[in-house]
C-alpha cells in the first residue's frame, strides 16, 4: 500500500528535525547586528498607564477616592503576570536583556500582546498594545472595532457578552532571526507559555479566559493594522469579567479545523516557516452554525498507552497551596526563572508528583480559586513521557504518564542521562536534571483531526502544559527550564518512545545550581 503523501505541517515537521548528521551542515554564523528589537513602539496614540494601580486599593485607606480603582488594578495585575517586564539584565556589550514574566526561547520574546475593548466606563472602545517596558496600554485605534472582531472569530460566543479580548501575535523574525525555519515550533510553545500565564492571572483577577484558535488569520490581521509579512495573528481570547453575572459564561469549542494541504511546491530553507503559516490560515469556519458547540467528552486527557506488564507508580498527591487569594501563585509567576544549570542532585518522588498533580490535574484546585477545567485546543492529542534520571523513591528510566488513572507506568529500565546529555544537543541541563518531561503528539491522528492548523494548537498546549510545570517547580524551589532544541528522532529511538509520536516540547526539572 502506498504511503499517503505528507500534509505541509506534517512535511515542515520533517524538515526542522534537528539530525547529528546535518546539523552542522545547516548552523549558520549569527549576525548580532540585524538582532531585532522585542518592542513594538507607536508613534501616535493615547497612553494609560497601569504602574499607579498595581498596588490593590483594598489596601489603601483613601481607596474610596476613586471608585474605578479596583477595575484598573485588576487589569494591570493581569497583564503584569501575564507578560510584564519582571527583570532588566545587564550584557556584556552594555545593552539591557529584558525579561518578562512568560518565558520565551532565547530572550527573544516573539509575541506582542494587543487588548480589545468593546468599550466600557473605564476603557473607551478601540485597539491598544501593552506596552511591558513602561506597564502601559497604548491606544492607537479609538473606533469601535467589536462587531468586526465577532466577524472574523466566526461570531464566537464567547465574544457576545464580554467587554474585553485580548489578542496575541508573533513578530516572525524576532525568533526566526536566530531560530530559523524552526522557530515556528518555538513561536508557538512561547505563546503557550503566555497562554498559561494568562489562565492563571485571570483566576488571581475574577476573570476567565476563552481560547479562540479559529479565526480568520487575514480580517483579524487587518483589524489590528498589522503588516502580515512581518507579524501575524496566532490566538484571540475573550475576557470573562466574573464580577459581572452577564459574563460568567459556559465553555465553548476552542479549535476549528482547517485545510490539510498535500499538494505544495520545493520550498526554499529560510522560507518554510511562512510557507507553513500562510497554509494554516482560515477563510471561513468550515464547521458552520453548530462549530462552536462543545462535546465535554472531547478534547480532554486521555491515557492512550497501556504497555502490558509495566511497573505502575500512582501519581494520587496532595495539592500544591497557592496562598490566601493566590497570592502565593501571583508571586511565583513574577519571580519565575529559567534555570541554567542543575546540580544533578535528585529530586524527591513527592516534589515530582506534586508538579504532575498542578499541571495535569487542575479540578484538585478549585478550591484554591483557580479554574478546574481551564481552556486548551486539545489535550487529548498531547501525551507525555517522562526520563527519570534522579528521583529518590522512583527507579531510573522512562514513565509514560497516565493522568486520568493517575499513574506513571515504566517503560525502559536504564539510567540515561549520557543519552539525555547527546539527544539535548550537548546541553548540560539535560544530563544533569533529575527528570526530563517530554509532551509528544501523533501528527497524522493530530493533522487527520483539524488539518494543518493544528501545528499550532499542538505546541500551544504543550507550552500551556510547559509553563504550568514551570511554575510548580518555582513554588516547589527547584530548577527548570524548557527546551525546545533536540535530536528529534533519536529520542523516539533511546527512550522507548513510540515512533508515531512527534516530540513536541521537553521540560527539564532538577535541583538548581546557585
Not at 489578542?167 to 518555538?186: G, H, K, L, N, P
Request: hydrophobic share 35%; glycine share 6%.
Amino acid at each position: 500500500m502506498p504511503e499517503l503523501p505528507l500534509s505541509i505541517a506534517q512535511h515542515y515537521h520533517e524538515r526542522t528535525k534537528y539530525d547529528p548528521e546535518t546539523i552542522a551542515a545547516k548552523s549558520k554564523q549569527l549576525d548580532w547586528t540585524e538582532q531585532p528589537v522585542p518592542f513594538k513602539e507607536y508613534k501616535i496614540g493615547a497612553y494609560f498607564d497601569l504602574k499607579p494601580y498595581l498596588k490593590d486599593p483594598s489596601e489603601d485607606a483613601d481607596a474610596d477616592a476613586d471608585p474605578d480603582a479596583a477595575w484598573w488594578h485588576r487589569l494591570s495585575s493581569l497583564l503584569l503576570c501575564s507578560y510584564g517586564l519582571t527583570a532588566k539584565v545587564q550584557t556584556v556589550d552594555d545593552s539591557y536583556l529584558y525579561l518578562r514574566s512568560a518565558p520565551s526561547a532565547g530572550g527573544l520574546y516573539p509575541a506582542e500582546v494587543y487588548l480589545i475593548s468593546r468599550g466600557t466606563a473605564q476603557l473607551p472602545a478601540g485597539l491598544y498594545n501593552y506596552q511591558c517596558r513602561t506597564h502601559s496600554l497604548v491606544h492607537f485605534w479609538d473606533s469601535q472595532v467589536w462587531p468586526s472582531l465577532q466577524a472574523a472569530c466566526f461570531q464566537s460566543p464567547a465574544l457576545e457578552n464580554t467587554q474585553l479580548a485580548i489578542a496575541i501575535t508573533t513578530v516572525f523574525f524576532r525568533s526566526s532571526w536566530r531560530y530559523e525555519d524552526r522557530a515556528y515550533r518555538r513561536i508557538f510553545l512561547d505563546t503557550g507559555h503566555l497562554l498559561s500565564n494568562i489562565e492563571l492571572a485571570c483566576a488571581v483577577n475574577d476573570y476567565r479566559p476563552h481560547l479562540i484558535g479559529g479565526f480568520a488569520d487575514e480580517a483579524v490581521n487587518e483589524l489590528l493594522y498589522i503588516d502580515s509579512e512581518q507579524e501575524g495573528a496566532i490566538c484571540v481570547l475573550a475576557l470573562a469579567d466574573l464580577l459581572d453575572i452577564d459574563q460568567n459564561l459556559p465553555k465553548f469549542k476552542t479549535a476549528l479545523p482547517g485545510n490539510t494541504t498535500t499538494d505544495y511546491p520545493k520550498i526554499s530553507e529560510g522560507q518554510l516557516l511562512k510557507y507553513l503559516h500562510k497554509a494554516t490560515h482560515l477563510d471561513s469556519d468550515p464547521t458552520g452554525a453548530d462549530g462552536w458547540k462543545l462535546d465535554e467528552s472531547e478534547g480532554v486527557l486521555e491515557d492512550k498507552y497501556n504497555f502490558p506488564f509495566c511497573t505502575k507508580v500512582s501519581t494520587v498527591t496532595p495539592s500544591i497551596p497557592w496562598g490566601v487569594n493566590l497570592e502565593t501563585l501571583e508571586n511565583t509567576m513574577l519571580k519565575r526563572r529559567s534555570t541554567r544549570a542543575y546540580t544533578g542532585a535528585s529530586l524527591s518522588l513527592g516534589e515530582l508528583l506534586a508538579m504532575l498533580d498542578f499541571t495535569y490535574q487542575p479540578q484538585h484546585y478549585i478550591d484554591q480559586g483557580l479554574d478546574g477545567s481551564p481552556d486548551y485546543f486539545d489535550l487529548s492529542l498531547i501525551e507525555t513521557f517522562i526520563a527519570v534520571s534522579g528521583v529518590n523513591g522512583l527507579e531510573e528510566g522512562c514513565y509514560y504518564y497516565a493522568p486520568k488513572a493517575q499513574e506513571l507506568r515504566q517503560i525502559r529500565f536504564k539510567n540515561f542521562r549520557r543519552e539525555l546529555h547527546f539527544l539535548c544537543l550537548g546541553q548540560d541541563l539535560g544530563r544533569d536534571a533529575g527528570a526530563l518531561l517530554f509532551h509528544t503528539a501523533d501528527l497524522n491522528r493530530a493533522v487527520a483531526k483539524y488539518g494543518d492548523r493544528v501545528y499550532r494548537y499542538l505546541h500551544m498546549d504543550a507550552g500551556h502544559l510547559g509553563q504550568r510545570l514551570n511554575l510548580a517547580a518555582m513554588q516547589l524551589r527547584l530548577g527548570v527550564s524548557g527546551i525546545a532544541g533536540f535530536f528529534d528522532d533519536r529520542v523516539n529511538d533511546v527512550l522507548g518512545i513510540p515512533a508515531g509520536e512527534a516530540v513536541l516540547y521537553i521540560t527539564s526539572l532538577g535541583r538548581p545550581r546557585s
